[in-house]
């Protein structure tokens, strides 16, 4: 929770000590009512006057911006404050997109995890080598077109010393083996 | 000669009845076998589209002309209000804006019946299939209860004027941009439910929806981009982001959409995660769909909502349901068929790439979960809340935080596995450097840890470019890398220069709300402000109070500036006219509020943005890797191809 | 099986949808309710020199009524309350919300005053206290002094009949409404 509150206040513009500044700066916090989209710094509505002088009397009496705060939502309630604030009614709002990211990343770890290492998958059989080259020697097909794409940038980047000659067998038996897949009736 | 309304209507019925055919022939053809059937897909589609713009024409015709005896015109217009927006206003209502979704639409279906010659029939067949399903949706949706061409008897002699808001060239560009974006994706939807039909997910799959995505995402990216643009100049506050429903429906298609463009790579590549690739392309043409709704049913509060009525947010919602639940039973049912795929290794540019992915769409997720928040806790009875920018800003710059991180990390990891000995060697000066420059610089100005945070971002995608491109250089001639690496790259630093331009203008801009007389002046940012006085002016259809400024730095005044309080002769709505002086490192905003008062008093808001127009030249040039990364040699058909295939045939 | 789960967490959005497309997110409904209506020590608009606070309601059930000579909704919702006015069944005090006194004054003599009495908030600081955001809202205040009812926007026949007049009879007997 704290941790929350330490990222939002880095969100905070910089305050100066002019009343001025303080009071709109407190009320971009607040939802104008009649104008909802827009805070009661910004909006133009009569609302929006008033509480924005409101505020300034109550800025000047000496409260705290927590204390305006409550008075605003004490009648007004809580849709007048533009953060939602975290009480058990918004922990899913606050925590989800969190919940999900963790989730989402771990699930994405036992992904790689599970599928099997490229070094254990089996090597191709005669008979796929001969039918990956007499697939790549069709035209029109455009699966082929694509594999012999991916072919000929295998080649130039063996040629070219990027790829050592066992990853070249590997990536060359794996593109037939996709070649072979794809092409199937 | 019967009138352009009644042209109109019929050729949008005669679109319908095209579009139900196209929608049902070819893909039970496809299904059967059947040549004859699945040849009638790209007739099919392009006669729709011919309907469709002959319809479009006709509105526009009567717009143009000023025929008011059709209702559309006569709520949306006025013969004040000069040429271009009267064109524009074509599509600035509920039923004009529908038919400009459906000519769009229209259009990517007669670019795909046209640009897909090379692939299968029977893939183009189903893919034009359900691109006619969806334009049944909503040619039946505007026949029923929105139509456009409703007649005004007896017809009134002059109209009630386009909202002043979108008198502006602003109107002119953004939804046709936005539109061509969100519509566009439905081409990369139409291939995964095509795919998942057929039970095949293929290399080619992977290739050919990629640049469609790309034009779709390219197109979005700028409509965005303009619609910032836009409301930073007419609304009058400067501000040129507010998480606003509308404005979070059109952003949720575009993060998913870049999700979908690095995972189609992804696929194409090692052909894996398919499922995963074939599920955002669902998604990403479903947020376009739930925006629609959104914006047209009045279930959320919004500036951009259009006129609301429960029975147009039953049919939409009702839509929905049909082609958003009817493709997630298909994957649920048909997503185990289409295959794993090679492995990689946890660290890999695969897994980098796809960390990406689980980012984008947590971002995407968190802005739908906080736009429809206040709608579930009000359906729950738990009472009412509201969920503004701070929400937004706080998860959004969260969890994109680390996404920008990997960016830098991604492009020069290897495929497959990636060594992170050698990740660390390679990168950790580069990490350095950017991390010392961004706690050193904002001392210049201010030191604030935002602005920090910011800048190492944005140093940091920006070195590890220059990196790769110069380990690129050392094995290979720069010249003869594929324009796709040259796409990603500058879009990537697209988003680097965006990044500068939100963290300096949040950081460091200063604004002044007071009230000033003639001869007063005041300072914001350095400048200093002097207000000369008033002028009245008036324009073709406005008459206006305008305010002159004279704007000076040490003493040199260079800049004049002249915002104005304009009153619209037809609907009596009163505009603020934000006068801008824009500049590469900073803008200055002018924006008058109240009369206050004698010796001319009035009262104004004065604003210093420092380089906020870098987030606009980032978007753009984001745009401009898409461009790039699509005019890569890969995706030129070449005719030699094609006759390849009449002869194999 | 996992790839159903889009499908499940779709159809949950669906049902969140079609619930929000009857309820209106313009309304902000009050955190008053259930509470003691708010204090205060007005001066009344007929006569001038008197004041009035809701203390001198307590043991009475009343409606209180926020409206203004500026109001067009306002003008809707007046016959119905003329209507109240004389069939008695509950006392209507009005709110006179930012207006001028002599506006608000020939506004009651051209339309009609329904009111037992009106008090004039000319800066709406009490209409703050009451949660006010728009004209007209209308509260139904109990013996106790606590808000029992808020109407928002201009009082209606089926608000009337299906919600405050029969909390008015069971407050009148006592019975919890």
Not at chain 1, 153 to 177: C, H, I, M, P, T
Not at chain 2, 211 to 230: D, E, H, K, R
Not at chain 2, 625 to 633: C, K, S, Y
Request: charged residues 20%; contains cysteine; aromatic residues 12%.
């Amino acid at each position: 929770m704290n941790a929350l509150l330490l990222l939002a206040m880095l969100f905070q513009p910089a305050r100066a000590p002019d009343l001025d500044q303080r009071v709109m700066t407190l009320s971009e916090q607040f939802r104008c009512l009649v104008c909802q989209n827009e805070t009661i710094a910004d909006s133009h509505a009569d609302l929006a006057d008033d509480l924005r002088q409101q505020i300034r009397e109550q800025m000047i009496a000496g409260r705290s911006d927590a204390q305006i705060s409550t008075f605003l939502t004490d009648r007004y309630g809580d849709f007048v404050l533009y953060r939602p604030r975290v009480t058990p009614k918004t922990y899913a709002l606050w925590f989800g997109p969190f919940l999900l990211l963790g989730g989402g990343l771990y699930w994405l770890y036992l992904f790689t995890k599970h599928s099997p290492s490229s070094s254990k998958l089996r090597t191709l059989s005669a008979e796929e080598h001969r039918r990956a080259a007499e697939l790549l020697r069709i035209v029109a097909d455009p699966n082929v077109a694509v594999y012999r794409d991916q072919f000929a940038e295998l080649e130039s980047d063996f040629r070219a010393g990027l790829v050592v000659r066992a990853q070249y067998d590997r990536d060359r038996d794996e593109l037939e083996r996709r070649l072979i897949e794809d092409c199937r009736e | 000669m019967p009138s352009p309304a009644t042209i109109g209507h019929f050729a949008l019925i005669a679109a319908l009845l095209l579009a139900m055919i196209q929608a049902t022939v070819p893909i039970l053809g496809a299904a059967r076998g059947k040549l004859s059937w699945i040849a009638v897909a790209r007739p099919a589609g392009q006669w729709q589209f011919i309907a469709v713009a002959i319809a479009f024409c006709c509105l526009a015709y009567c717009f143009i002309t000023n025929d008011f005896s059709v209702l559309n015109v006569a709520s949306n217009s006025n013969s004040q209000l000069p040429l271009s927006y009267r064109f524009a206003a074509t599509w600035g209502s509920h039923e004009g804006s529908l038919l400009l979704w459906t000519l769009m639409l229209a259009f990517w279906t007669g670019a795909v019946s046209i640009y897909s010659r090379h692939l299968p029939d029977t893939t183009i067949a189903r893919v034009l299939g359900v691109m006619g399903f969806i334009s049944v949706g909503f040619l039946l949706f505007m026949l029923t209860t929105s139509n456009p061409f409703t007649r005004l008897i007896p017809a009134l002699p002059d109209g009630r004027d386009l909202n002043p808001l979108l008198q502006d060239p602003g109107m002119v560009v953004h939804p046709p941009l936005l539109y061509m974006g969100y519509v566009g994706f439905s081409v990369a939807f139409a291939f995964a439910i095509a795919a998942l039909i057929s039970g095949r997910l293929d290399a080619a799959w992977a290739k050919w929806s990629r640049p469609w995505t790309l034009v779709a995402w390219t197109f979005l990216t700028c409509g965005i981009a303009m619609g910032s643009y836009w409301s930073y100049y007419v609304q009058g506050w400067g501000g040129w982001w507010f998480w606003d429903p509308v404005e979070n429906a059109s952003f949720m298609p575009w993060l998913v959409g870049t999700a979908l463009i690095h995972s189609l790579t992804v696929t194409e590549k090692r052909g894996t995660f398919k499922s995963w690739t074939v599920l955002l392309a669902i998604a990403a043409f479903s947020l376009s769909l739930l925006g629609t709704f959104l914006v047209r049913s009045g279930v959320l509060t919004s500036v951009h909502a259009f006129a609301t009525d429960p029975k147009r947010g039953i049919f939409i919602l009702g839509f929905l349901g049909i082609v958003i639940g009817g493709s997630l039973a298909l994957y649920a049912v048909r997503a185990k068929q289409v295959g794993r795929g090679s492995p990689f290794d946890v660290v890999s540019r695969e897994s980098l790439l796809l960390s990406n992915n689980v980012l984008l769409a947590v971002a995407a997720a968190s802005v739908l979960l906080g736009t429809i928040y206040p709608l579930v806790i009000d359906a729950l009875d738990l009472g009412k809340l509201s969920v503004g920018p701070p929400y937004f800003n706080t998860v959004f710059v969260a969890v994109m935080t680390p996404a920008m991180f990997l960016l830098g990390i991604g492009p020069i990891a290897r495929w497959k596995k990636a060594s992170i000995p050698e990740l660390a060697r390679r990168l950790r000066w580069a990490f350095a450097a950017s991390l010392i420059a961004a706690i050193v610089i904002p001392f210049y100005v201010e030191w604030k840890p935002l602005v920090s945070l910011g800048l190492l971002l944005a140093i940091w995608i920006t070195v590890t470019m220059v990196i790769n491109l110069c380990d690129k250089a050392r094995t290979v001639r720069l010249k003869s890398l594929p324009r796709g690496y040259y796409g990603m790259q500058v879009a990537h630093l697209g988003v680097a220069i965006l990044i500068v331009g939100i963290t300096v203008v949040t950081g460091y801009e200063s604004e002044k709300d007071l009230r000033m007389e003639r001869g007063d002046t005041v300072s914001v940012g350095g400048y200093d402000f002097q207000f000369k006085g008033l002028n009245l002016a008036s324009g073709p259809n406005y008459e206006a109070i305008r305010a002159e400024l004279s704007v000076g730095r040490n003493g040199i005044v260079n800049v004049r500036m002249h915002p104005e309080k304009r009153i619209y002769n037809v609907s009596g709505n009163v505009l603020t006219n934000a006068a801008i002086d824009t500049g590469v490192f900073r803008d200055l905003y002018v924006a008058m509020g109240e009369p206050a008062g004698e010796n001319d008093g009035w009262s104004f808001r004065i604003q210093y943005k420092p380089f906020v127009d870098w987030i606009w030249a980032g978007a753009f040039l984001m745009a401009a890797g898409g461009v790039l990364a699509l005019t890569d040699r890969r995706y030129v058909i070449s005719a030699k191809k094609k006759i390849n295939r009449r002869e194999a045939a | 099986m996992k790839f159903a789960v889009p499908l499940i967490l779709f159809a949950v959005l669906v049902g969140f949808l079609g619930v929000g497309l009857w309820r209106d997110p313009h309304l902000v409904p009050s955190p008053l309710m259930d509470r003691q209506a708010p204090e205060f020590h007005l001066v009344r608009l007929d006569e001038p020199n008197l004041s009035f606070s809701p203390r001198e309601m307590l043991g009475k059930v009343w409606l209180f009524n926020t409206w203004a000579s500026w109001c067009v909704s306002c003008r809707e919702e007046h016959p119905l309350l003329e209507a109240l006015s004389k069939a008695d069944v509950v006392p209507i005090y009005g709110l006179n919300y930012k207006d001028k006194r002599d506006d608000a004054l020939n506004w009651l003599n051209k339309m009609g005053n329904p009111y037992v009495l009106n008090v004039q908030d000319t800066n709406g600081r009490v209409g703050i206290d009451y949660g006010v955001y728009g004209v007209p809202e209308t509260y139904l205040i109990d013996k106790a002094g606590v808000i029992r009812y808020k109407q928002i926007g201009p009082l209606t026949l089926k608000a009337l009949e299906e919600t405050i007049l029969p909390m008015v009879r069971k407050l009148n007997i006592g019975l919890q409404p």
